[in-house]
């Protein structure tokens, strides 16, 4: 006999529920960022190669902040709200509907700035207005259904309707791209402060720790791997011209084993238990890891790079794509390390680890500038995951408590 899945009050989870996981639904909603993702790593790697730093960055830390904001506001209610009743599944159905319409707009938004024109956020900002279409509804529902949550809830449906009016004004408002970045930065302060006052001077939402760090790292996870497959793609259209050259080689072990440790690094931090002892410092750790989920996808866009001056398609000083994955990789290594003792406390442990992640990198910088050829300087900066992580294994082993 069928099972009827019944509606379910959205009075909010049981912050304490233990280790809890996130939901098979919440995996598949991260699969649709990374497309976004995927999409504005190929658009750095491609403006980079063509010596177009200024669209090349900019570009990319206003679509990868927007994807990320977006995904770190479900991932928040989530753990706080879900119910996973239809209504539920169907908003997250719609939510992901808007970042695969945000996808389409990214390639528009670095040709605009690449022209010095008003940054084109159009396809962007509706991506977004359909997103909200599905959140803002759950939080009003969760006002509704949630006595005790009702002010807090409602604070949250208000932010993000003033910050799309925000948005939708700055997409269509004819203005410069100066007036139009300072326009971008002023709708993101009000997307902080929504939050910002919701979380701090309202009723915290009942979140679980374990969740939302589990999902930070799922979320991880998943653009490391978009990185990976961004690399290979190029590389086999490569090989596929030119064959197996020991360029090509170095560069494939290089891309997957610097993932696979910043990978061990982010996952060797015991992040669950540090947020469950500091609940206090959600908010600053929840919305400080962004600049790490924008340097972890970089660091694939970097690889990308180099890939494209293995075969001869940019023209890029070595130096200049030594820097397009030596600086978001010391962003990584760098902010991973700082989120967990910020959680956790300081323990003296954070400053060693700092100094290992950020040795490599410098004597690879140093390297390139010196002359050494390029790749060689590639897999010595790639080295900055992996000492930090080694001193945190051996640290546990010998000595757990410095950790």
Not at 54 to 76: E, M, Q, R, T
Not at 93 to 112: C, D, H, R, T
Not at 142 to 152: D, L, N
Not at 275 to 293: A, H, K, T
Request: charged share 10%; net charge negative; glycine share 8%.
């Amino acid at each position: 006999m069928p099972v009827r899945t019944q509606l379910r009050r959205m009075a909010g989870r049981d912050p304490d529920e233990g280790e809890r996981a996130g939901s098979g639904l919440e995996v598949f909603y991260d699969l649709i960022f990374v497309v976004l993702f995927s999409v504005a790593g190929v658009q750095l790697a491609d403006y980079l190669a063509d010596g177009k730093v200024f669209a090349a960055v900019v570009g990319y830390v206003l679509v990868s902040f927007s994807a990320i904001w977006a995904w770190i506001n479900f991932a928040w209610f989530a753990s706080a709200f879900d119910t996973d009743d239809p209504w539920f599944r169907l908003s997250v159905l719609v939510q992901m509907i808007g970042v695969s319409v945000m996808a389409v707009g990214v390639p528009q938004v670095f040709s605009s700035i690449d022209a010095h024109a008003h940054v084109d956020l159009k396809v962007i900002v509706f991506g977004y207005m359909v997103m909200r279409i599905g959140l803002v509804p759950q939080w009003l529902r969760a006002a509704r259904e949630s006595a005790e949550y009702r002010s807090t809830c409602l604070t949250y449906a208000v932010a993000c309707i003033v910050a799309q009016v925000g948005w939708t004004v700055v997409a269509l408002a004819p203005m410069g791209l100066r007036t139009t970045l300072i326009a971008i930065a002023a709708c993101a302060v009000v997307e902080f402060v929504g939050p910002l006052v919701a979380e701090t001077r309202i009723a915290k939402t009942p979140w679980n720790p374990f969740h939302i760090t589990e999902r930070y790292s799922t979320l991880i996870v998943i653009t490391l791997g978009e990185g990976v497959v961004g690399t290979v793609a190029v590389l086999q259209a490569e090989i596929g011209l030119t064959g197996w050259t020991m360029q090509t080689a170095v560069l494939g072990a290089t891309a997957l084993g610097v993932t696979f440790a910043m990978w061990w690094l982010y996952s060797v931090m015991p992040n669950g238990e540090a947020l469950d002892e500091n609940r206090e410092r959600c908010f600053l750790w929840g919305y400080g890891m962004i600049p790490v989920f924008i340097a972890c996808a970089a660091v694939g866009a970097g690889m990308h790079l180099i890939s494209k001056w293995i075969a001869g398609e940019t023209h890029d000083s070595e130096l200049m794509v030594m820097l397009a994955v030596a600086i978001p990789l010391a962003v990584f290594t760098v902010g991973v390390i700082v989120a967990h003792y910020y959680l956790a406390g300081s323990s003296g442990m954070e400053l060693v680890l700092v100094v290992a992640a950020l040795v490599p990198i410098v004597i690879g910088i140093v390297l390139v500038a010196a002359g050494v050829p390029l790749l060689i300087a590639v897999v010595v900066g790639s080295l900055a995951p992996v000492l930090p992580t080694l001193i945190i294994e051996f640290s546990e082993k010998f000595a757990p408590a410095t950790l």
